[in-house]
């Protein structure tokens, strides 16, 4: 016969859940949400690597570099002297304002390549 013993309910136990660690997570996220606030608030762009002299007409005549001078003229403020290397330099970084301001025959609709460029501009003399 039976027992009273094998009449008793066998209770199993669910292990507990496993809690899944946040706070590494948490901190995580925080820190690089803090990162990107400071780099918003902090962050400058650097300064321009040219520098703005103001000079006369003697002293820009005078002037020699190996690169682009930017000068504020002297005797008016709101003018600005461009002063290239050579003249190729100043033909390499004018040609495309020239081209929209003072080449009325070329395409606007595009831009032009080097060699189209330079054809266009000696044609026109």
């Not at 016969?1 to 669910?14: G, Q």
């Not at 290397?85 to 009325?104: D, F, H, P, W, Y």
């Amino acid at each position: 016969m039976a027992s009273d013993n094998d009449d008793r309910t066998i209770k199993l136990r669910r292990p507990a859940p496993r809690r899944r660690r946040r706070l590494p997570f948490a901190l995580a996220v925080f820190a690089l949400l803090l990162l990107g606030l400071g780099a918003a608030l902090f962050w400058r762009p650097a300064p321009p690597s040219f520098v703005l002299r103001t000079a006369g007409v003697a002293e820009i005549l005078a002037t020699r570099s190996d690169g682009l001078t930017i000068f504020s003229f002297a005797d008016e403020p709101r003018i600005l002297v461009l002063d290239f290397a050579s003249l190729r330099t100043q033909g390499l970084m004018l040609n495309r304002v020239a081209a929209l301001i003072e080449k009325a025959g070329l395409p606007r609709d595009r831009v032009l390549s080097d060699t189209a460029l330079d054809d266009a501009i000696r044609a026109g003399g």
